[in-house]
């Protein structure tokens, strides 16, 4: 029995006899038919249903939902005031801090870098550069005022009908309850580890780990906020044009991107100049890499769990559009935009810029240029002969340095540094970076500007979208020429001809005395060859020459002389910022559907599914090359410029684009989700086809975006890295190595190599490659359990709702539980990764020491940088090439619907949580395992040979580690069961929705004809594969109830002949109708 309205004539056909349907076909013989022999359009079942089906229903929006209808906002207009009031005397103060004296009022001593600190790395007693710490909270509270008038900008716009309006509160309301949800889960965790970190380090990396979940927290609501308000009226700009759609758009993107460097900004400045420690700086980046755990992880699930229920059911069993209003699931798919890409990407990137930061900063207060202390300063002159020569053990074991220098008090010819010549102008040049970074940004994301061609409407979608593309480029390449011209600045301003940091003795000129060892004596070290002899042994053989100040480190590194240091850090900083601009357009290379390696995927799907995928993973792979042969060159070439210092200050430099570059990745989703209620809300195809060209370019930026984060992830990791290995204690501390004659403190040679040979360490190397894998395996398994509950929920309701399939008037999906279904399902699932990132470096330090915690660190960091490469790049290919099927790159019998594009799909189907939730979650997880090593580091042993190694805390760890693991697993367990069971209960239900327009198979025949045959039946395939009407006509096919390839009763009539679905032979036509 057919569906009643299955069987409904076309109001145009109204009066006509069924039977004499065939007296009013069109007669088009000189053409391809468009009609089948009934006079009815051919139809595709891809097409939207129920146009003629249905009258046209006006979707009248719920009056509770109209939330957002004013065009000014109060709040935002108090915020400008407020902002704007506070920066003026926040100015004028910093003009006072400029001009007095350094050692003043406005100076507060760093007590983090005394030699009484509490840390187990103790350098001297310095300054902060609390001008240049204020001048970066100065910027961050301009970049705020900003960020208020964008908004304020943006609520002014339109927000179009009632219904989109409606549609946007729903989004909206979905993402804050899943931000809701997040932090109410997350402020009990952070408060647990504020607690530990203060009681097991101390309360000042306590606090600051506080101010850094708080802060990063305040960014993703911000970026979060504004993004789902912009997205109603960035559909409603799309009516005025597409420059106007794009502006839009992009400055909500902006608002995000400001967010996150002003908001690290202000938190890092804030609290430095509160706890005028340093090395507290480190909780700050633990911090901010909590709540990033949660929300780039637990939003990759939400979003992939809402896409994948959205398009299976929908598209797929229902046969119904993408954004379709009928789908349960699509509201939390365009919140899982918002979720994924705003704030998740968002979160990732704010743990970078402030990681980079405080990387920086840290290594800063380490560098050989101690405040006033010309002792200091002679002792690392002459650390090479120590270093040479080594210490001498007859009759006390001493350093010749200290020697030297304090014989005849040689050091008073050194210079005594000031402050501004000191370790305080190496802190301060990344918070000014910072600075300049954030003026840029808010210069170059004022406007958009969009070439004519992308304006004509002649021009093809390529050229459009090239255009596109090449407008926010020149944001991006603006804002970095802008960001080169201020580090110029900062670069000679700090240590050029007429700085400070040149005005002392052996800084700008090569007159400062240092002892070397005699070149032509090789036994320069030991001169007496026979202790009885008397000679002194405890003078090497030197000669006195005039030098720089070419100072070593406590790792051996050669500093350069101090006239090179400006234009080293300027190289450095150019190598930092062109790699992410490099690595942004490689990732454009391998993802975007205009170069060669997506369209060999697209070209693979003519051969299956397995081919795709093949295709997809080796792309993938293959696109870890360049970006690892650039990072490493990065990291070598700067090291040889200016040491470890450098390799933090290039991920710094790499950000700051980071206002322009977040931009233009979180404009995506504010794009994406005004596709999506352009659709909803059924505006004309203008404005979709406007959206849609918005998605499109937002789709390669996010792709770019992506690579963007993944290459400024390994330079902060690294930097991190390196700060553990100078937290742990390992390499003597500056301060111990400047003594008096006869002291027993440490030798420049007293370090603890991390050696390979050592089988714990070689171990944890092992577990560190192995741990990025068992990470992204238990995100993708997440994805796949939140998604099936996702699925059943769906079904439930097209199968439980009367009319929703059909969309009679008034009936509405229940958008509110699949949105839901998403935020509970990704709070749980990210339960289990986050404990594995989170207590893995703490495990393995208590439990067999610093040593074997670094080596896990090292090779986590590799292992998940080329992990997320991998993941991201073949994700992004895989999806531009089921675009670029879809789009009919190879023909329109190619196209949607065909098994060309099915197999895209496919690829598609796995890219998707690997490109948007495991890919992404690899930079978490590298940044956050570094960042709580570093604060915990100093607690752990050098290893595990020591008396009391505290491995009985590691043990501890992983017991409790594990029984949670397996309590959390065996439940997870029985939720997947409970949803599986539901979903064999719906498997059978119908959810598939009647095509678009009523064919002539709905029409009521007199019968049905005896040598009929049913599309898509074995007895329908043999019959096109023994060559169809043709063959039949040929008289070549005499019986199709005997064409081979029929199994046993698939040629009797009754298995055959389908009376819902019958068609003739004869009528068989050269593009046959397809159900």
Same mark, same amino acid.
């Given at each position: 029995?057919m569906?009643?309205?299955?069987?409904?004539?076309?109001?145009?056909?109204? !009066?006509?006899?069924?039977?004499?349907?065939?007296a009013?076909?069109?007669?088009?013989?000189?053409?391809?038919?468009?009609?089948?022999?009934? $006079?009815?359009?051919?139809?595709?079942?891809?097409e939207?249903?129920?146009?003629?089906?249905?009258?046209?229903?006006?979707m009248?929006?719920?009056?509770?939902?109209?939330?957002?209808?004013?065009?000014?906002?109060v709040?935002?207009?108090?915020?400008?005031?407020?902002?704007?009031?506070? #920066?003026?005397?926040?100015?004028?103060?910093?003009?006072?801090? +400029?001009?007095?004296?350094?050692?003043?009022?406005?100076?507060?001593?760093?007590?983090?870098?005394?030699?009484?600190?509490?840390?187990?790395?103790?350098t001297?007693?310095?300054f902060?550069?609390?001008?240049?710490?204020?001048?970066?909270?100065?910027?961050?509270?301009? !970049?705020?005022?900003?960020i208020?008038y964008?908004?304020?900008?943006i *609520?002014?716009?339109?927000?179009?009908?009632?219904?989109m309006?409606?549609?946007?509160?729903?989004?909206?309301?979905?993402?804050?309850?899943?931000?809701?949800?997040?932090?109410?889960?997350?402020?009990?965790?952070?408060?647990?580890?504020?607690?530990?970190i203060?009681?097991?380090?101390?309360?000042?990396?306590? &606090?600051?780990?506080?101010?850094?979940?708080?802060?990063?927290?305040?960014?993703?609501?911000?970026?979060?906020?504004?993004?789902?308000?912009?997205?109603?009226?960035?559909?409603?700009?799309a009516?005025?044009?597409?420059?106007?759609? #794009?502006?839009?758009?992009?400055?909500?993107?902006?608002?995000? $991107?400001?967010?996150?460097v002003?908001?690290?900004?202000?938190?890092?400045?804030?609290?430095?100049?509160?706890?005028?420690?340093?090395?507290?700086?480190?909780?700050?980046?633990? &911090? +901010?890499?909590?709540?990033?755990?949660?929300?780039?992880?637990?939003?990759g699930?939400?979003?992939?769990?809402?896409?994948?229920?959205?398009d299976?059911v929908?598209?797929?069993?229902? /046969?119904?559009?993408?954004?379709?209003?009928?789908?349960?699931?699509?509201?939390?798919?365009?919140?899982?935009?918002?979720?994924?890409?705003?704030?998740?990407?968002?979160?990732?990137?704010? =743990?970078?810029?402030?990681?980079?930061?405080v990387?920086? $900063?840290?290594l800063g207060?380490?560098?050989?240029?101690?405040?006033?202390?010309?002792?200091?300063?002679?002792?690392?002159?002459h650390?090479?002969?120590d270093?040479?020569c080594?210490p001498?053990?007859?009759?006390?074991? #001493?350093?010749?340095?200290?020697?030297?220098?304090?014989?005849?008090?040689?050091?008073?010819?050194?210079?005594?540094?000031?402050?501004w010549?000191?370790?305080?102008?190496?802190?301060?040049?990344?918070?000014?970076?910072?600075?300049?970074g954030?003026?840029?940004?808010?210069?170059?994301?004022?406007?958009?500007?969009?070439?004519? @061609?992308?304006?004509?409407? =002649?021009?093809s979608?390529h050229?459009?979208?090239e255009? *596109?593309?090449a407008?926010?480029?020149?944001?991006?390449?603006?804002?970095a020429?802008?960001?080169?011209? !201020?580090?110029?600045? *900062?670069?000679?301003?700090?240590f050029?001809?007429?700085?400070?940091?040149?005005?002392?003795?052996?800084?700008?000129?090569?007159?400062?005395?240092?002892?070397?060892?005699?070149?032509?004596?090789?036994?320069?070290?030991?001169?007496?060859?026979?202790?009885?002899?008397?000679?002194?042994?405890?003078?090497?053989?030197?000669?006195?020459?005039?030098?720089?100040?070419?100072?070593?480190?406590?790792?051996?590194f050669?500093?350069?002389?101090?006239?090179?240091?400006?234009?080293?850090?300027?190289?450095?900083?150019l190598?930092?910022?062109?790699?992410?601009?490099?690595?942004?357009?490689?990732?454009?290379?391998?993802?975007?559907g205009?170069?060669?390696?997506?369209?060999?995927?697209a070209?693979?799907?003519?051969?299956?599914?397995?081919?795709?995928i093949?295709?997809?993973?080796?792309?993938?792979?293959?696109?870890?090359?360049?970006?690892?042969?650039?990072?490493?060159?990065?990291?070598?070439?700067?090291?040889?410029?200016?040491g470890?210092?450098?390799?933090?200050?290039?991920?710094?430099?790499?950000?700051?684009?980071?206002g322009?570059?977040?931009?233009?990745?979180?404009?995506?989703?504010?794009?994406?989700?005004?596709?999506?209620?352009?659709?909803?809300?059924?505006?004309?195809?203008?404005?979709?086809?406007?959206?849609?060209?918005?998605?499109?370019?937002?789709?390669?930026?996010a792709?770019?975006g992506?690579?963007?984060?993944?290459?400024?992830?390994?330079?902060?990791?690294?930097?991190?890295?390196?700060?553990?290995?100078?937290?742990a204690?390992?390499?003597?501390?500056?301060?111990?190595?400047?003594?008096?004659?006869?002291?027993?403190?440490a030798?420049?040679?007293?370090?603890?190599?991390?050696?390979?040979?050592?089988?714990?360490?070689?171990?944890?190397v092992?577990?560190g490659?192995?741990?990025?894998?068992?990470?992204?395996?238990?995100?993708?398994?997440?994805?796949?359990?939140?998604?099936?509950?996702?699925?059943?929920?769906?079904?439930?309701?097209?199968?439980?709702?009367?009319?929703?399939?059909?969309g009679?008037?008034?009936?509405?999906?229940?958008?509110?539980?699949?949105?839901?279904?998403?935020?509970?399902?990704?709070?749980?699932e990210?339960?289990?990764?986050?404990?594995?990132?989170?207590m893995?470096?703490?495990?393995?330090?208590?439990?067999?020491?610093q @040593?074997?915690?670094?080596?896990? #660190?090292?090779?986590?960091?590799?292992?998940?940088?080329?992990?997320?490469?991998?993941?991201?790049?073949? !994700?992004?290919?895989?999806?531009?090439?089921?675009?670029?099927?879809?789009?009919?790159?190879f023909?329109?019998?190619?196209?949607?619907?065909?098994?060309?594009?099915?197999?895209?799909?496919?690829?598609?189907?796995?890219?998707?949580?690997?490109?948007?939730?495991? /890919?992404?979650?690899?930079?978490i997880?590298?940044?956050?395992?570094?960042?709580?090593?570093?604060?915990?580091?100093?607690?752990?042993?050098?290893d595990?040979?020591?008396?009391?190694?505290?491995?009985?805390?590691?043990?501890?760890?992983?017991?409790?580690t594990?029984?949670?693991?397996?309590?959390?697993?065996?439940?997870?367990?029985?939720?997947?069961?409970?949803?599986?069971?539901?979903?064999?209960?719906? /498997?059978?239900?119908p959810?598939?929705?009647?095509?678009?327009?009523?064919?002539?198979?709905?029409?009521?025949?007199?019968?049905?004809?005896?040598?009929?045959?049913?599309p898509?039946?074995?007895? /329908?395939?043999?019959?096109?594969?023994?060559?169809?009407?043709?063959?039949l006509?040929r008289?070549?096919?005499?019986?199709?109830t005997?064409?081979?390839?029929?199994?046993?009763?698939?040629?009797?009539?009754?298995?055959?002949?389908?009376p819902?679905?019958?068609?003739?032979?004869?009528?068989l036509?050269?593009?046959?109708?397809?159900?």
């Amino acid at each position: 029995m057919m569906p009643a309205e299955a069987a409904m004539v076309p109001p145009e056909r109204e !009066g006509v006899d069924p039977a004499d349907i065939k007296a009013v076909a069109p007669e088009a013989k000189s053409r391809k038919p468009i009609y089948d022999e009934t $006079g009815y359009k051919l139809v595709s079942p891809n097409e939207l249903p129920y146009e003629e089906d249905l009258p046209p229903v006006k979707m009248v929006a719920d009056p509770a939902m109209l939330k957002d209808h004013a065009t000014t906002s109060v709040f935002m207009i108090v915020l400008m005031v407020f902002f704007t009031v506070v #920066l003026i005397p926040m100015i004028v103060y910093l003009g006072f801090m +400029a001009v007095c004296d350094i050692e003043d009022w406005c100076t507060y001593v760093d007590v983090s870098s005394g030699p009484n600190s509490d840390y187990l790395f103790k350098t001297f007693t310095f300054f902060i550069p609390s001008v240049y710490i204020w001048a970066a909270l100065c910027a961050g509270v301009f !970049g705020l005022a900003v960020i208020s008038y964008y908004a304020f900008t943006i *609520l002014k716009k339109d927000v179009g009908t009632a219904r989109m309006c409606e549609i946007s509160v729903f989004i909206r309301e979905g993402a804050l309850a899943f931000l809701a949800m997040e932090y109410l889960c997350v402020v009990p965790l952070c408060l647990v580890l504020f607690i530990l970190i203060g009681v097991g380090v101390n309360w000042r990396t306590a &606090g600051a780990y506080g101010f850094g979940a708080s802060f990063s927290a305040i960014t993703g609501f911000v970026g979060m906020l504004m993004a789902t308000r912009a997205n109603a009226r960035t559909a409603a700009a799309a009516y005025e044009g597409l420059d106007k759609g #794009l502006n839009l758009a992009f400055r909500a993107g902006a608002v995000m $991107g400001l967010a996150v460097v002003s908001f690290g900004l202000c938190g890092l400045s804030a609290i430095y100049m509160m706890l005028a420690d340093v090395r507290a700086l480190a909780g700050f980046s633990a &911090g +901010a890499s909590t709540i990033a755990l949660f929300a780039r992880v637990g939003g990759g699930i939400y979003t992939k769990a809402a896409d994948v229920g959205a398009d299976l059911v929908g598209k797929v069993e229902a /046969g119904i559009p993408e954004d379709d209003p009928r789908n349960p699931a699509t509201i939390a798919d365009n919140v899982g935009d918002n979720v994924g890409d705003v704030a998740g990407m968002g979160a990732d990137l704010f =743990e970078s810029y402030v990681g980079g930061i405080v990387a920086t $900063g840290i290594l800063g207060a380490s560098l050989p240029y101690y405040f006033n202390n010309n002792l200091a300063l002679c002792v690392y002159q002459h650390l090479p002969i120590d270093l040479e020569c080594g210490p001498f053990n007859y009759p006390l074991r #001493l350093s010749y340095a200290n020697y030297l220098c304090q014989r005849g008090s040689f050091f008073t010819e050194y210079p005594l540094l000031d402050t501004w010549s000191s370790n305080t102008i190496f802190i301060a040049l990344p918070f000014m970076l910072g600075v300049v970074g954030v003026i840029s940004s808010v210069i170059c994301t004022v406007h958009v500007f969009v070439p004519k @061609k992308a304006l004509n409407p =002649e021009s093809s979608k390529h050229e459009v979208m090239e255009a *596109l593309l090449a407008s926010l480029r020149l944001n991006v390449f603006a804002s970095a020429i802008l960001i080169i011209a !201020g580090s110029a600045g *900062l670069c000679w301003g700090f240590f050029g001809n007429s700085s400070n940091f040149l005005d002392h003795r052996g800084f700008k000129n090569a007159d400062l005395p240092t002892f070397r060892l005699a070149p032509d004596n090789p036994n320069a070290c030991f001169p007496a060859s026979n202790p009885v002899t008397g000679q002194n042994l405890f003078i090497p053989t030197v000669v006195l020459v005039d030098s720089f100040y070419e100072p070593i480190d406590i790792i051996g590194f050669d500093f350069p002389p101090p006239d090179q240091v400006a234009w080293r850090l300027f190289i450095t900083i150019l190598c930092g910022l062109f790699l992410g601009i490099i690595i942004g357009l490689i990732t454009e290379f391998f993802t975007a559907g205009t170069y060669g390696p997506t369209k060999n995927i697209a070209l693979s799907g003519e051969f299956g599914a397995g081919a795709v995928i093949i295709q997809g993973l080796g792309i993938g792979m293959l696109s870890t090359v360049l970006p690892l042969a650039l990072v490493v060159a990065v990291i070598v070439g700067v090291y040889n410029l200016f040491g470890p210092y450098s390799i933090a200050l290039a991920s710094v430099a790499m950000l700051s684009t980071l206002g322009v570059t977040m931009a233009t990745d979180a404009y995506g989703p504010v794009a994406d989700n005004a596709g999506g209620i352009a659709e909803m809300a059924e505006l004309p195809s203008s404005v979709r086809d406007t959206t849609d060209a918005l998605d499109a370019l937002g789709n390669t930026t996010a792709a770019t975006g992506k690579g963007f984060s993944n290459g400024s992830a390994i330079l902060t990791a690294y930097a991190l890295l390196v700060a553990v290995v100078f937290d742990a204690g390992l390499a003597p501390s500056p301060v111990n190595l400047v003594y008096g004659l006869g002291s027993t403190q440490a030798h420049v040679t007293d370090y603890d190599q991390v050696s390979l040979l050592d089988i714990y360490v070689v171990a944890s190397v092992l577990l560190g490659i192995m741990l990025p894998h068992l990470f992204g395996a238990l995100t993708m398994l997440g994805v796949s359990r939140a998604a099936q509950a996702m699925i059943v929920e769906v079904r439930r309701q097209f199968r439980e709702i009367p009319g929703l399939r059909e969309g009679r008037p008034g009936v509405r999906p229940e958008h509110v539980k699949c949105v839901a279904i998403s935020t509970r399902s990704a709070i749980i699932e990210m339960v289990l990764p986050g404990g594995v990132a989170i207590m893995s470096p703490l495990i393995i330090g208590f439990g067999f020491g610093q @040593k074997a915690m670094i080596g896990l #660190l090292l090779a986590a960091i590799g292992s998940g940088y080329m992990m997320g490469i991998m993941m991201s790049n073949a !994700g992004g290919a895989w999806d531009n090439a089921k675009k670029l099927t879809e789009g009919g790159m190879f023909g329109k019998k190619n196209a949607k619907g065909s098994e060309w594009h099915k197999a895209t799909v496919a690829g598609d189907t796995v890219g998707d949580p690997f490109k948007d939730t495991s /890919g992404p979650s690899m930079n978490i997880l590298i940044k956050l395992m570094t960042a709580y090593g570093l604060v915990a580091v100093g607690l752990m042993q050098p290893d595990i040979y020591v008396e009391d190694s505290r491995g009985w805390i590691g043990g501890l760890l992983l017991g409790v580690t594990l029984l949670v693991a397996f309590i959390f697993v065996m439940w997870n367990s029985r939720q997947a069961e409970k949803v599986r069971q539901e979903a064999k209960k719906s /498997g059978d239900a119908p959810v598939r929705a009647p095509p678009k327009v009523v064919s002539s198979y709905y029409v009521t025949a007199p019968s049905v004809p005896e040598d009929s045959i049913m599309p898509g039946s074995q007895m /329908g395939d043999a019959f096109q594969a023994a060559g169809g009407h043709r063959a039949l006509r040929r008289g070549i096919i005499a019986d199709q109830t005997r064409l081979p390839g029929l199994g046993d009763g698939a040629g009797s009539m009754e298995a055959a002949f389908a009376p819902e679905l019958p068609i003739t032979a004869s009528t068989l036509t050269e593009n046959p109708i397809q159900t």
